[in-house]
């Protein structure tokens, strides 16, 4: 039972990660309606660049830093992509965001190196046994992983608070509310697609600490954005708490299926079991967990 | 400019409705092909042949089966690598099992068994619907993937999990060098590639294309939605998976999983789409480009000479790759193929602006 | 919008006219071709870059120190892979007619790239040295005539970290009863030491479950929770690039002992137990060869390429593991070539020739002594039928800071291999329909 | 107008006790009325009556919670779209419901994918008896085309043509499915008095030639008046009216609905 | 014989005698078909765009198709001698129809497709027609309104049954019904058809056409077979056509020349003639059939130049550079490259390389590209237009011809084109010129009589056998004919130099601005115009210049606009004062109407040429404010709108002056 529990939660922490980099997702979704799939990418660039700027300055310098870069990384991307592209097809802004992600695969690793780098922020990394007087054997988590579940919920609180509470935050709920009707009370799109771009890039940078403790800080990181899309299908695009949840759900999910039903089947079946969840689940709910629903009309 | 078209009326339905009813497109077809047929296998270098024009005439394929889907049926599929996956192993199993199918009939049945496959992995499209339905057709890309890495039965039990297409034949006549690959292969795409336009241009296509634009207009006019979606799956895996076997047994020769992996349907994808939904010509267009853009980058610094690692080489390449991805798409979001159409409708008004 | 399109057609045009004149290039007649396969991008890039340096640095020495293989230069160019198979293929067609007698030798230094290269070299002639992977049973050279599995493969591989857990439990007698797992690279690669591991679980009696990681391997927590639950005896490595380090953390975070983990050789590298930092502690690996820069060969290198500018690595990696291993591994393609020569005369050789060569590799202590590479490699020696030559590896642990050996060279037991070569080998050749070559009436 | 030619027969359509709702909010309260064959029926009422519920229901869009739908003398609770559809009703739509991507010829050609039965493999090789039902099902919609005086706009696609022609090419789609009952649904809406002298003109004609029975909803009362035979007036989802358009335009509930007295 | 020009026919010309021999044995038009049937029997006869395709039907068919009709006809009571009124559009049934009705003896009358009820019914009863073959409801429904009057008028067929349904009329049949009584006829009586055939001789009426007379009610011209065969003979021999000819035929049926282009040269060579779609597809239409052979008057050649310069203007530099630059060559070149004249290497490869670039895909777009022949003719045209289309390699020629010659006159040979002349005679056609100036011709094609009509007919035909045109012309060194004017407009200034309105006012419509100009000066102090510009080229002008209007007569009066008019007065003065008989009647003062010249109220004919006297009384005020001092005048006249509605359309014009220039002799060109 202890060890039930132990893959709960190791999936839950899991799904943490997931979820930090669906958020990134979920908010360029939401305010601009673009699938954007260079998010991993981002992650990958935001990690890359505070690690090798951490080599130069002090860690808190080096993370302002790396803030600027994704701003201005933002500002790039909204000038040269997204302008260029407004009123587009969802599909073709899509296809753009896989060039950016190329480009910034790139770029990155052309200004940064392709070599593992070994990121240390000072994240504890000792397993500790928990809950010893419930469990026989106690559950062994990761501090790592709890401290990456802390980092998540304060990024979503403070997500949270930025949408709920500034004007910012307001005008662009009120973007993915309504796109004409937040450009006709006078909010630029063009700002909203900044902000909302540099918001998911310190997303990406917060995901890329987390990631890049955990792994290093090297090329396979961008590919983490593959396990953020059946969180996201399962949350629905729309939603932070959506993405929080379905990556619980996600991360949960997988771990049991493969250590309670992979052996049985050879084991690593956790990838298709996550997209199978979100897959079944979307047959339920065609929108997603907290997503909009979708009614059709004649 | 080129286009020369007064004179060229139409009496019957059957010359309106041709594939090319301009004069000057079919010459411009007969040029290509005897290029493709003749000149080429003549010609070209082997490594013309076995590295740029089998892998561009099976991307191709697989784009069409992609695009029939996509472009065609409004269904964006991220699963294509998997069913050209599932054409791969099932061409496999037919040849080392009953090894007396002739070639052809192996390429068709692997087909057949994409098809079913696909229509399975089609089955949620009645209910999910854009970004949500790309998404969940990687849940097939992968549980594919999965499949044949495990499933031991498909490997014919071999130890690492890679097999070998065996010696191949057609009616006696042995499919051993570049040209007769080529050839082989040719003569499929052209065959398949002539077939999708038959689809698209009649009742099918329409259908698709009705489920596109508007599926409940579709559906009150009579299309059944359900029917329409899966043969679109079923036609378009069909492609993928003659395109997957061509792949597995005349390109790569000996695979695993890997070679049918996400990183395929991404790339059709952008075939697709950078060379133009909803049209035959882009698949082709698409395929050209996106393999051969990466080949010239990563062969154009050694051709003038500038001596670059290949790590820079690479990372450049990925750079351009991208930057050209978003440079079109802001260009022609719809893709070569609409460019094609623009520049013909200029050459066919040529001196006249519009 | 309109004049976008224009510029892109120019563009393309303009690319496509390049790469027609980038074909026609010439190459000087009297060298040696050898293309090089690599990864120098990708998940895999932190381990491809040091093996494709070491490779490049041997090369350079030759035609600096020596010029060139008994005054033959070595001409090599670098292809990228991105240890994608199809781009693979393609390197090695785009490079395999380049050169005055084309290409001498290739090494695609992927389980993938190889199998599909497999079928392609007997067309065309070209000998595949695969030091230390490729296919197991391509060990038998009478029906895999033109690959070279050097030094072992992932059997003896197995076999020889097998070997080693027998030897720290007091004999393959005490295995019985104890549970062993392997954590694989769920490719090719990492599948090929399975059917011996088992044949050996079935033998000796010990309990083996096999655990896939998949591409590229980041996602390993499950399987780990599955090894604190099962807490097996041992822990085999059969990762690749990011799986290997990935693997020794989470193992650090299950409080899987590492010193009970021991990887293949290809996963005992710098960048697999850097990034885990002290988690790496006592982790043990195979390696087919030795660490450090102390040889004379590295002397050399250093004089005769790095003082010159013309060195492909940083000064601090030469030495590592895996740029040993390119080292080794170039070294034995151009000690084939030499051998070949011998034969053929000094002059730029093709594929077939080189092959000859290789079967008829004889590298001696002394010769080994005489190059440099003393302590860095055990001799080995080719026939016809063999086509890997010697199989044996040594054990060694990180300590924080360096690899240090835990134990002497071991020999992969080629009584228990052989046979399962032969029957996987018989088995392809059916497959195939391949005749098997005799090589008793060969020379 | 209506006393020549064709002549109006027997109940084609009978819809009884309809009730609709969705979550909660009645759309249709217990609505009964018949179509009979051949003649035009218009389907009136206030904004929110519940008349393109109606044809909804009609052609199985929506499903009621109640009542029967007589068609042919079938009566089915519940169909759908598609069976509605192959039994013989087409439908226009008040927001333009073409295929954009299509040409008008194409757009008109699906109109006739009911009638076409090659299968796929047929299809693909457009040979034979495939590419003789092309050629066939062409040479009808051209038909349709030349009735519609769109022949200038064959081969544009329907996204780049003016309001008005589009509306005309989603009639021609819906008569290329040669109905038995047409359902248009605010055929003239947005139109201006020329293109709506032309569909009217093209409404009366399709019925006349081709005898199709025509449900409508329009709100130019006008127009409703000059061309349809008999009226049903429906507020709130109720039916308050039902009779020739003399008999509908006297009616008190009527005039009610229309000034807007409060219930 | 002074003064007399002819072509002897009996010198073989091009030598297609191949027709001459075919036909030996046929007089009328039916034997021809029953020939054409036998010896193109599966070639295309005729084609119309209709139902999305070329639908196109044999010779055999047509002789199918004709038979039927015939019988029809026949069963509905037609006999020999009747008139049958042929009213609409070009389409192929309504020209089996006139041979249907030739096939029986009647005389098939072809009436303008858009002429009002009352114009219609003029016709229908001075003809005496008994039935009329209608294409479609509108015209129908004219023939409705008219029948009450006209009693004579027995039976209505109509082609398109479209809108018909509720016309209930006993007297109202469809094509398909008429031609389904001709098969039962013929069911019973399979002969018929080439026994009607067989009474018909080549001096039988074979139609009836009525000229839209610049002034009067129309005259009926009666034309023989042997009129309008023998003729039609004679230029193909001539122009050396044959079967494999693609015709479009788009002009009015009522018209002379569509009836011997698109019926007698199409039977008497068997080509194939395609008919349009509709009025307003012609230029797609044209398009897609790609003729071989053409002809349109000059005001459709002027159109579609207009157009393409138009269409230039937009295009991007470079093709706006290299379409100047090898028009210019082709000006150079390309008429002497036509005409078969030595060019110099360079120059043809410069123009290859222009046919490359520019001239092949312009007469691609507009339909040119397989032209062999084409006819400009009716009017005078304008030299840059006619050098236009000779640059681009088209063969367009001047032809010179009348409804009571049957057409042709005078034909430009190949070799020897000029935008001045109409060429020598045609073959088997005498020429002279009358003291007065006037041009009078003999030939085969000289028409029977004007119908009921005997002084009009004594009026034109002399006792001696010619016929009067009403043209004055001469003859130049050349041997070709330069037309000047109408004889009877030709008039003097109050000074007594020469005044020929015509050919100012052609001068003055060669600019691609000015659509239509009226010139008054006869008997006055000097020469006046009104000016109608041309909307679509001025309107085009005035946006590049950001010139703001509202509508026609805002632009038309707008002061811009008079400057550039008066630029090109001025430009015609300057011509005029080079040569000394005309050097006096130099343009001084003119005006810009506020209105289109316009057929439905009857200032200009349905051949759209300029009624100048009805012009004259109309715009009375205004005639007299030109030759006044006034500088402006006020008009008011009666218009009727397209609806047939009457309305009052008033305006204040300027009135500008032009600078006149003194004679000035060319210097010959040494």
Same mark, same amino acid.
């Given at each position: ?40 990418? $981002? ?18 310098? /080096? ?8 701003? @201005? ?24 965001? %896989? ?117 290093? @800080? ?81 | ?111 057949? /068994? ?241 | ?443 | ?16 006790? #309809? ?20 003649? #035009? ?16 229901? #009609? ?36 927001? #333009? ?11 008109? $050609? ?23 039902? *092309? $050629? ?51 055929? $003239? ?9 032309? &569909? ?64 | &014989? ?10 073989? @010309? ?141 039976? %209505? ?402 002061? *811009? ?110």
């Amino acid at each position: 039972m202890g060890f039930f529990f132990e893959v709960l939660f190791g999936g839950f922490l899991a799904g943490v990660l997931y979820a930090l980099v669906a958020l990134g997702f979920v908010l360029i979704f939401k305010a601009s309606g673009v699938f954007n799939f260079a998010q991993g990418a $981002m992650v990958l660039f935001a990690a890359l660049s505070l690690v090798r700027l951490m080599e130069w300055m002090p860690i808190p310098i /080096a993370m302002l830093a790396s803030v600027a870069i994704m701003i @201005v990384f933002a500002l790039v991307v909204e000038r040269l992509v997204l302008r260029p592209l407004v009123n587009q097809e969802g599909i073709i802004l899509f296809m753009a965001t %896989i060039g950016v992600s190329y480009f910034i695969d790139g770029f990155g690793q052309t200004v940064w190196g392709s070599d593992v780098y070994k990121l240390d922020v000072g994240l504890p990394n000792e397993p500790v046994i928990i809950l010893e007087s419930l469990f026989e054997g106690g559950i062994l988590v990761n501090q790592f992983d709890l401290v990456a579940a802390v980092i998540a919920g304060l990024l979503v609180t403070v997500l949270a608070i930025f949408f709920q509470k500034t004007r910012i935050g307001r005008a662009l709920r009120a973007v993915a509310d309504d796109h004409q009707a937040a450009q006709s009370v006078g909010i630029p799109l063009r700002d909203i697609w900044v902000i909302v771009w540099s918001t998911s890039g310190i997303v990406a940078l917060v995901a890329g600490i987390v990631w890049g403790s955990a792994l290093g @800080v090297q090329f396979s990181i961008s590919l983490v954005a593959l396990k953020a899309l059946p969180v996201l299908i399962l949350g629905g695009f729309t939603s932070v708490p959506g993405a929080i949840v379905g990556g619980l759900i996600i991360g949960a999910g997988e771990k049991l299926a493969e250590v309670y039903i992979g052996p049985t089947f050879g084991g690593g079946i956790e990838n298709w079991f996550a997209y199978m969840l979100a897959l079944l689940f979307l047959l339920v709910r065609p929108q997603g967990l907290f997503g909009e629903r979708i009614i059709e009309r004649v | 400019m080129l286009y020369r078209e007064a004179g060229q009326f139409k009496t019957t339905y059957g010359d309106d409705q041709a594939v090319f009813p301009i004069r000057q497109d079919r010459w411009g077809m007969a040029i290509i092909l005897a290029i493709a047929y003749v000149a080429l296998p003549w010609l070209a270098t082997d490594y013309f042949i076995t590295s740029i024009m089998i892998p561009f005439l099976i991307y191709a394929l697989a784009a069409i089966g992609l695009n029939l889907l996509t472009g065609y049926c409004g269904q964006v599929s991220l699963g294509t690598g998997g069913f050209m996956a599932v054409g791969a192993y099932a061409a496999y199993n037919l040849a080392i099992r009953v090894p007396e199918l002739n070639l052809i009939v192996i390429f068709i049945l692997a087909g057949g /068994a994409a098809a079913m496959v696909g229509v399975v992995f089609g089955v949620p499209s009645l209910r999910i619907k854009g970004f949500y339905l790309a998404v969940a057709t990687l849940a097939a890309q992968f549980f594919l993937d999965w499949a044949f890495a495990r499933i031991k039965w498909f490997t014919n039990y071999t130890p690492s999990g890679s097999v070998a297409a065996p010696p191949l034949d057609i009616f006696g006549f042995a499919i051993n060098t570049p040209d007769r690959r080529y050839f082989l292969i040719l003569a499929i795409v052209t065959v398949m590639a002539l077939a999708a336009k038959n689809l698209v241009r009649g009742r099918v296509g329409r259908s698709w294309m009705a489920i596109r634009d508007m599926d409940i207009a579709a559906e009150i006019i009579g299309i059944r939605p359900l029917r329409a979606k899966l043969s679109a799956f079923a036609v378009s895996s069909f492609f993928a998976g003659v395109a997957g076997a061509l792949w597995a047994f005349l390109h790569l020769g000996a695979w695993e999983p890997l070679a049918f992996d996400i990183n395929r349907s991404f790339l059709l994808l952008f075939m697709v789409i950078i060379g133009g939904l909803g049209s035959i010509l882009g698949c082709f267009l698409g395929a050209a480009f996106i393999l051969m853009v990466p080949l010239a980058l990563n062969q154009i610094p050694t051709a003038l000479g500038m001596p670059l690692s290949t790590a820079m080489i690479s990372h450049l390449e990925f750079m351009i790759f991208g930057a050209m991805i978003v440079f079109f798409l802001i260009a022609e979001p719809h893709g070569l193929a609409r460019l094609w159409a623009l520049a013909k409708e200029k050459l066919r008004l040529w001196p006249f602006p519009h | 919008m309109r004049k976008h399109w224009r510029i892109a057609t120019l563009g393309v045009l303009g690319a496509a006219a390049m790469m027609v004149a980038g074909l026609g290039e010439a190459m000087a007649q009297n060298e040696q071709f050898m293309p090089r396969l690599t990864y120098r991008t990708g998940p895999y890039a932190p381990n491809g870059v040091p093996f494709a340096n070491g490779y490049a640095d041997y090369l350079n020495l030759i035609n600096e120190r020596d010029g060139g293989i008994n005054g033959v230069k070595v001409a090599f160019e670098e292809c990228e892979t991105g240890y994608d198979t199809a781009r693979g293929v393609e390197c090695y067609d785009r490079l395999k007619g380049k050169g005055a007698a084309g290409a001498a030798v290739v090494d695609p230094l992927s389980t993938g790239i190889t199998f599909a290269l497999t079928e392609k070299a007997p067309g065309d002639k070209i000998p595949l040295i695969t030091m230390g992977y490729g296919r197991s049973e391509s060990q038998d050279g009478s029906v895999f005539g033109w690959n070279f599995p050097l030094l072992g493969t992932y059997w003896a591989a197995a076999d020889i970290i097998m070997n080693y857990v027998a030897q720290k439990e007091g004999g393959y007698g005490k295995l019985k009863g104890k549970k062993i797992s392997l954590v694989y690279h769920d490719s090719p690669y990492g599948k090929e030491p399975i059917p011996l591991l088992e044949e050996l679980a079935k033998r000796h009696g010990f309990a083996f479950t096999a655990m896939p990681v998949t591409h590229p391997g980041v996602e390993q927590k499950a399987t780990w929770l599955q090894i604190r639950q099962n807490r097996p005896d041992y822990v085999l490595l059969w990762g690749w690039g990011v799986m290997n380090s990935t693997s020794i953390k989470e193992a650090a975070a299950v409080n899987y002992p590492r010193n009970k983990m021991i990887g293949v050789w290809w996963s005992g590298a710098e960048p697999d137990v850097t990034p885990a930092g002290d988690g790496s502690k006592g982790y043990l690996a195979a390696n087919l060869q030795a660490v450090g820069d102390q040889f004379s060969v590295h002397r050399d290198i250093y004089k005769s390429v790095y003082d010159k500018g013309k060195g492909a690595a940083k000064k601090e990696e030469v030495g590592q593991v895996l740029y040993n291993r390119g080292l080794v591994n170039a070294f034995l393609a151009t000690e084939a070539i030499r051998t070949a020569q011998a034969k053929f005369g000094n002059k730029p050789l093709n594929g077939e020739q080189v092959r000859w060569g290789i079967e008829h590799l004889d590298i001696t202590a002394a010769r080994i002594k005489e190059a440099g590479f003393e302590g860095l490699v055990y001799p080995i020696k080719l026939s016809c039928q063999d086509h890997m030559g010697s199989a044996r590896a040594r054990i060694q642990q990180w300590d924080g800071t360096k690899w240090s050996f835990v134990s002497d060279w071991i020999e992969a037991d080629r009584k228990l291999l052989d046979p399962m070569v032969a029957a996987a080998a018989k088995k392809y050749a059916e497959e195939k329909k391949i005749t098997p070559r005799d090589c008793s009436k060969e020379m | 107008m209506t006393a020549s030619g064709r002549k109006i027969g027997g109940t084609l359509l009978k819809v009884d006790n #309809i009730s609709l709702s969705f979550g909660g909010v009645r759309a249709l309260n217990d609505v009964s009325f018949d179509i009979k064959a051949h003649e #035009i029926r218009a389907i009136i009422g206030p904004n929110g009556a519940g008349k393109s519920s109606m044809l909804n229901v #009609i052609n199985g869009f929506y499903h009621p919670q109640q009542g029967t739908i007589t068609f042919k003398d079938i009566a089915r609770t519940d169909i759908g779209p598609y069976d509605a559809a192959s039994r013989g009703i087409a439908r226009t739509f008040q927001n #333009i419901a073409l295929f954009r991507g299509m040409s008008t010829l194409d757009n008109i $050609m699906t109109g006739r994918l009911l009638k076409m039965k090659r299968n796929l493999f047929w299809q693909a090789l457009y040979f034979g008896p495939a590419r003789r039902e *092309e $050629m066939e099902h062409r040479a009808v919609v051209e038909r349709i085309i030349d009735f519609l005086e769109i022949q200038s706009i064959r081969k544009v696609p329907v996204g780049r043509l003016p309001y008005g022609l589009q509306k005309r090419v989603e009639l021609g789609r819906a008569l290329a499915m040669e109905p038995d009952l047409l359902l248009l649904d605010e055929p $003239m809406a947005g139109m201006n008095v020329e293109e709506k002298e032309d &569909m009217c003109r093209f409404i009366l004609d399709v019925n006349d030639e081709f005898g199709t029975t025509i449900a409508l909803i329009e709100h130019d009362m006008g127009v409703v008046m000059d061309i349809s035979d008999r009226v049903v007036v429906l507020d709130y989802g109720r039916k308050i009216a039902d009779g020739t358009p003399d008999e509908v335009r006297g009616n008190q509930a009527v005039i009610d609905a229309y000034l807007g007295v409060s219930h | &014989m002074d003064g007399i020009q002819r072509t002897n026919v009996s010198t073989p @010309v091009i030598g297609n005698s191949r027709a001459r021999a075919r036909l030996k044995d046929c007089d009328t038009f039916p034997k021809v078909l029953i020939a054409n049937a036998r010896d193109f029997a599966g070639r295309p006869a005729s084609r119309e765009k209709d139902l999305g395709i070329w639908q196109t039907w044999t010779w055999a068919q047509v002789l199918d198709e004709t038979k039927r009709l015939a019988a029809g006809l026949s069963a509905l009571g037609a006999t020999r001698g009747d008139k049958i009124a042929i009213v609409g559009d070009n389409r192929p049934r309504l020209y089996w129809t006139m041979c249907a009705a030739q096939a029986l003896g009647c005389t098939p009358v072809p009436v303008y497709q858009d002429a009002v009820a009352a114009e219609m019914g003029f016709v229908i009863d001075n003809a005496g027609a008994r039935f009329a073959i209608a294409e479609d409801q509108e015209q129908v429904d004219k023939l409705l309104q008219i029948k009450d009057a006209h009693p004579g008028l027995e039976t %209505i067929v109509y082609e398109d049954g479209r809108g018909m349904r509720h016309y209930t009329q006993p007297f109202l049949l469809s094509f398909e019904k008429v031609q389904e009584m001709g098969r039962d006829l013929l069911a019973r009586d399979p002969g018929f058809f080439e026994r009607e055939v067989a009474g018909g001789k080549g001096s039988d009426v074979a139609v009836m056409l009525y000229t839209s007379g610049t002034t009067g009610q129309p005259k009926g011209v009666v034309l023989s077979h042997a009129n309008v065969l023998v003729t039609a003979l004679n230029s193909i021999e001539l122009e050396n056509l044959t079967e494999n000819e693609e015709t479009l035929a788009y002009l009015p049926m009522a018209w002379v020349g569509d009836h011997i282009f698109s019926l007698g040269q199409a039977y008497v060579a068997g080509f194939c003639v395609g008919c349009p779609e509709s009025g307003a597809t012609v230029m797609t239409d044209l398009r897609e059939l790609g003729p071989t052979y053409f002809f349109a008057p000059p005001r459709i050649w002027e159109n579609i130049l207009t157009t393409v310069m138009i269409r230039m203007e937009d295009a991007g530099w470079i093709k706006r550079w290299l379409f100047r630059k090898f028009m210019a060559h082709a000006k150079r070149i390309g008429p002497a490259l036509l005409d078969k004249k030595p060019v110099g290497l360079v120059d043809r490869l410069l123009y290859w390389l222009g046919d490359l670039l520019i001239y092949a895909p312009l007469r691609n777009t507009l339909g040119f590209s397989r032209i062999r022949l084409a006819y400009t003719a009716g009017e005078a045209i304008g030299p840059d237009i006619f050098d236009f289309y000779r640059s681009l390699g088209v063969n367009v020629k001047q032809l010179y011809g009348m409804t009571e010659a049957a057409v042709f006159i005078c034909i430009q040979p190949d070799g020897q084109v000029k935008p001045d002349t109409v060429g020598p005679p045609a073959p088997e056609v005498e020429v002279k010129i009358a003291e007065s100036g006037e041009v009078l011709f003999k030939s085969p094609g000289v028409f029977l009589a004007y119908y009921k009509n005997d002084k009009a007919t004594a009026e034109t035909k002399t006792d001696d056998g010619w016929v009067k045109t009403g043209d004055a012309g001469f003859f130049g060194a050349d041997g070709h004919l330069r037309i000047i004017d109408r004889a009877k407009d030709v008039g003097k200034l109050a000074d007594g130099s020469l005044f020929a309105p015509k050919y100012l006012e052609n001068k003055l419509k060669f600019f691609p601005h000015i659509k239509e100009a009226v010139a008054f000066g006869a008997g006055r102090d000097y020469a006046a115009a009104f000016i109608n510009i041309d909307l679509a080229a001025v309107g085009n002008w005035a946006e590049r210049r950001g010139i703001v209007y509202g509508g026609y007569a805002e632009l038309a009066a707008h002061p *811009e606009v008079y400057k550039l008019i008066r630029d090109c007065i001025e430009q015609v003065n300057r011509d005029l004062s080079t040569e000394s008989t005309l050097t006096g009647s130099q343009i001084k003062r003119f005006l810009v109407l506020h209105k289109e010249l316009d057929a439905d109220d009857g200032e200009l004919t349905r051949t759209r040429k300029v009624r100048r006297g009805f012009v004259e009384s109309r715009y009375q005020s205004l005639v007299e404010a030109l030759f006044s001092d006034a500088r402006r005048a006020h008009v008011e006249t009666e218009v009727v709108f397209e609806d047939g509605r009457k309305g009052r359309l008033q305006a204040d014009l300027a009135i500008a002056e032009a600078d006149r220039y003194p004679h000035q002799p060319l210097k010959k060109a040494s």
